[in-house]
T-cell receptor, first 112, second 116 residues
Framework: GNSVTQMEGPVTLSEEAFLTINCTYT??????LFWYVQYPGEGLQLLLK???ADDKGSNKGFEATYRKETTSFHLEKGSVQVSDSAVYFC???????????WGAGTKLIIKP | NAGVTQTPKFRVLKTGQSMTLLCAQD?????MYWYRQDPGMGLRLIHY???????AKGEVPDGYNVSRLKKQNFLLGLESAAPSQTSVYFC???????????????FGPGTRLLVL
């Protein structure tokens, strides 16, 4: 079946450090891939997405590339800020399915 | 434009009590979803709706019922609350089906439920 695996947290970095949060997936067909972010006390919001292989999603300095050969969609940012502290969720949507399949979430803590 | 709103924000129930969570969206979205979020488990789909008057079961439907009498509202009911239903509940909506086309889901702020 379809599944998403993302690195366990929390991930703790200093401000201006480089960020990578790994996400790998298992899916049939050609899924779309998403990163959602949940800031403290809030609901989830879409950060970026990619709908086909080799697509790169980007937003707010974050990037992720849809790699079909490695079934991965790793999230990266070149220089993190304290305001990036949040929980990040990787998710996929597969063909003929109404639901998103979610990773467990990775808590990111950025220290000044 | 409020997006997706949820009421209440927080509720404490005793085992066996009932309650209804209300979700409302003002984006004219066809699809609506109820999720629960538990520590270390990501989000799990409880029920969803593909349009007014329709509902369908998700991954973890037991103990919950839903109704979509109006397009903008999606209600989640707990008939007899159990401690295992202590969780944070999120409602989401999307214009079309998420499947395969990368349709974005828009989330409400969540309802924190504690069942004693």
């Amino acid at each position: 079946g379809n599944s998403v695996t993302q690195m366990e947290g929390p991930v703790t970095l200093s401000e201006e450090a480089f960020l990578t949060i790994n996400c790998t997936y298992t899916a049939t067909g050609y899924p779309s891939l998403f990163w959602y972010v949940q800031y403290p006390g809030e609901g989830l919001q879409l950060l970026l997405k990619a709908t086909k292989a080799d697509d790169k999603g980007s937003n707010k300095g974050f990037e992720a590339t849809y790699r079909k050969e490695t079934t991965s969609f790793h999230l990266e940012k070149g220089s993190v800020q304290v305001s990036d502290s949040a929980v990040y969720f990787c998710a996929l949507s597969a063909d003929s399915n109404y639901q998103l399949i979610w990773g467990a979430g990775t808590k990111l803590i950025i220290k000044p | 434009n409020a997006g997706v709103t949820q009421t209440p924000k927080f509720r404490v129930l005793k085992t066996g009590q009932s309650m209804t969570l209300l979700c409302a969206q003002d984006m004219n979205h066809e699809y609506m979803y109820w999720y629960r979020q538990d520590p270390g488990m990501g989000l799990r789909l409880i029920h969803y709706s593909v349009g007014e008057g329709t509902t369908a079961k998700g991954e973890v439907p037991d103990g919950y019922n839903v109704s979509r009498l109006k397009k903008q509202n999606f209600l989640l009911g707990l008939e007899s609350a159990a401690p295992s239903q202590t969780s944070v509940y999120f409602c989401a909506s999307s214009y079309g089906a998420t499947s395969g086309r990368g349709e974005t889901q828009y989330f409400g702020p969540g309802t924190r439920l504690l069942v004693l």
